[in-house]
């Protein structure tokens, strides 16, 4: 479908900020400000905001470890999260969980955490939740390409099936787990599939598209029952921290220019160029004041 | 007041919060099984639906993950592991997620695990293990091990309606106990010891079979003229260092009893802080009474060697008093 374009540049915006954001932090971490392990985003932020945006004030969201996307794109504060990163008392987790350990209960965001799939089944109990209390809310388990070698996320698939519950299973294939290539892990690049065998439905999307995403995960939440995503992107920077390419060495490097051309902001910028939207240019010094102003607070 | 069994105290305590409380569900494996655990969920199904009692597949895992998500999403799960060596496999559940939340995020995961210690009959490594000091180790998570039929349905009331998590294990020796049981719903509080006899030479202090076992104990020991006090510890973590103390102090001989292992047991917690807070006042070394360090055996003969019981209870507290003997021996 079309969107107007006021619904673009909402998309848009979300994924400025996370991007920005991201950077702000990877800047804080080489600045020695930031000490505690980062697990940044860059490069993935359609998938958060694409998600987000199908999803209503109430369904909730379940994470791992890299996840600020998730927790802004869903509405939580970029005060508390920065906070958060930084140690503070005032960061969402109060400063007792850091980077990867985010939550907003306002805001639908039930938690992160980094043991690889460990919220995947505990979106499943949230499902089990409204079903049982016949609400009409989703929750949403955000995870990685790695967290599908997890025995857990399978169990979780079939429970979610056999009982019918309300759950958007949307793992990030970003190609990397840690450091390992997916032809390091799998034989087959066929995480879509993964649902197959559970009788959960599932779907390859572009992760670098936000309409598609949205398109994908908005009739994922129409439709009775279980839905697997597999949206497919690339992590710019290392598993974990600012660099590029250190922990990952030089095979990245080809790879990484190949990712770059097809940057997810870029790409809905273009298409906001094209219908005539001047002012990126008064919206990007909106956020970066806004993003100044929450690292100031 | 009428009498209730071990499971039969189990299941109405479970069909008394299955009443009061909508948000209460029961998950895990066997809750459809004619054997019902043992009766203590028995026609649990039929009386409240299939909807809130759900017999879940081999997914240990993703069950009690799904309880933590669902404890955390305003409902008051009890997940369900008819045998706890089968919940080995969910580790991740109740040691990363369900114990850390509250201290992460401030807010309560109010989800009862049920473990069953269910050993003995020949079944051998697998099917044999009573791990709670596993647990016991963890902060963040409660530990209760009740050992009669009123604390088996008073206990598992009061962790329902804890606000965090609760490791509940039962044990399946203690099944056909029978005694006065109310017929409301009552809580025993986590966190406190039973007094179950007074005494003034040693004491015994019990933890769920081996409760029973030190009451017994303590029955023989009479007859030969030391007079033992037994504490039934009930809960595991936080356990009532002050009644234990006290007893302690009054008596100055400590026996520990535990179903567990030996090494960094429950056992060598209570020993070591006995030891610590109540040095001056000991007048022997604390004694102990567990499994050997050793996987459970699978043949009849090498169970009866491997589960301590009363008889070692007995021997304990006499090396505890000096009389290594007793009097019937000793004649």
């Known amino acids: 479908m079309i969107h107007d374009t006021e619904w673009l540049l909402d998309r848009w915006e979300t994924m400025f900020l996370i991007r920005r954001t991201e950077e702000t932090i990877a800047g804080m971490i080489e600045a020695g400000e930031v000490t505690c392990p980062c697990h940044l985003c860059i490069g993935q932020e359609a998938i958060a905001a694409g998600v987000c945006a199908a999803l209503e004030p109430e369904d909730t969201i379940w994470g791992g470890h890299r996840s600020h996307g998730h927790y802004l794109a869903k509405g939580g504060s970029l005060e508390a999260m920065l906070a958060e990163i930084l140690g503070k008392i005032t960061g969402c987790s109060r400063g007792r969980g850091g980077s990867m350990h985010l939550l907003d209960p306002t805001r639908g965001i039930l938690g992160t955490a980094p043991i690889v799939a460990a919220t995947v089944p505990l979106a499943v109990g949230a499902g089990m939740a409204y079903r049982m209390r016949r609400e009409p809310h989703v929750a949403v388990a955000f995870f990685g390409d790695g967290a599908l070698e997890e025995g857990s996320v399978h169990e979780s698939m079939n429970l979610a099936a056999l009982y019918r519950l309300p759950v958007i299973f949307i793992c990030e294939n970003n190609l990397y787990s840690s450091h390992m290539h997916w032809s390091e892990r799998r034989v087959a690049d066929n995480l879509y599939r993964a649902g197959e065998f559970h009788s959960v439905p599932g779907e390859r999307v572009d992760g670098n598209d936000v309409v598609a995403v949205f398109e994908a995960v908005r009739a994922a939440r129409g439709r009775e029952g279980p839905s697997f995503l597999e949206c497919r992107t690339f992590r710019w920077r290392g598993h974990v921290g600012p660099s590029f390419d250190l922990d990952v060495g030089v095979q990245r490097k080809g790879e990484l220019q190949e990712w770059l051309v097809k940057d997810p902001i870029r790409l809905i910028e273009t298409q906001l160029i094209e219908r005539g939207v001047k002012n990126l240019p008064e919206r990007q010094a909106g956020i970066e004041r806004a993003l100044a102003a929450a690292c100031a607070h | ?331």
């Open chain 2, 1 to 331: 007041m009428r009498t209730l069994n071990y499971a039969q105290a189990i299941r109405e305590a479970h069909a008394q919060l299955l009443a009061a409380d909508p948000r209460v569900f029961v998950i895990g494996q066997g809750l459809w099984s004619p054997w019902y655990a043992g009766g203590s969920l028995e026609d649990l199904d039929k009386d409240f639906g299939r909807a809130r009692i759900v017999d879940s597949p081999v997914s240990e895992n993703a069950t009690t993950g799904l309880a933590v998500g669902a404890a955390l999403s305003g409902m008051r799960p009890i997940v369900f592991h008819p045998r706890m060596d089968f919940m080995l496999l969910a580790m991740d559940p109740i040691v990363n997620q369900a114990a850390n939340w509250s201290y992460l995020f401030g807010i309560g995961v109010p989800l009862v695990i049920r473990a069953v210690i269910n050993r003995g009959g020949q079944q051998g490594a697998q099917h044999s293990q009573a791990v709670h000091a596993m647990f016991m180790h963890v902060p963040g998570l409660k530990v209760v091990m009740p050992a009669t039929p009123y604390d088996a349905k008073g206990l598992l009331i009061a962790a329902v309606e804890d606000p965090d998590p609760v490791l509940y294990i039962d044990d399946r020796w203690l099944y056909a106990a029978s005694a006065p049981v109310p017929k409301e719903m009552y809580r025993v509080p986590i966190g406190k010891a039973a007094l179950r006899r007074a005494g003034s030479d040693v004491t015994l202090v019990g933890i769920s079979w081996m409760a029973s076992e030190a009451v017994t104990a303590a029955g023989r020991l009479a007859a030969d003229g030391i007079d033992a006090e037994v504490v039934d510890l009930r809960s595991l973590k936080p356990w009532d260092q002050e009644t234990v103390l006290a007893s302690a102090r009054k008596t100055g001989r400590v026996v520990v009893a535990d179903s567990g292992w030996r090494t960094a047991g429950a056992s060598a917690e209570i020993a070591a802080t006995v030891s610590a807070e109540a040095f001056h006042e000991l007048r022997a070394p604390v004694e102990r009474v567990t499994l050997p360090d050793a996987p459970a055996p699978a043949s009849q003969s090498e169970e009866q060697g491997y589960y301590p019981g009363f008889e070692e209870i007995c021997a304990a507290a006499r090396r505890a008093m000096g009389r290594p003997q007793s009097r019937e021996a000793a004649a």
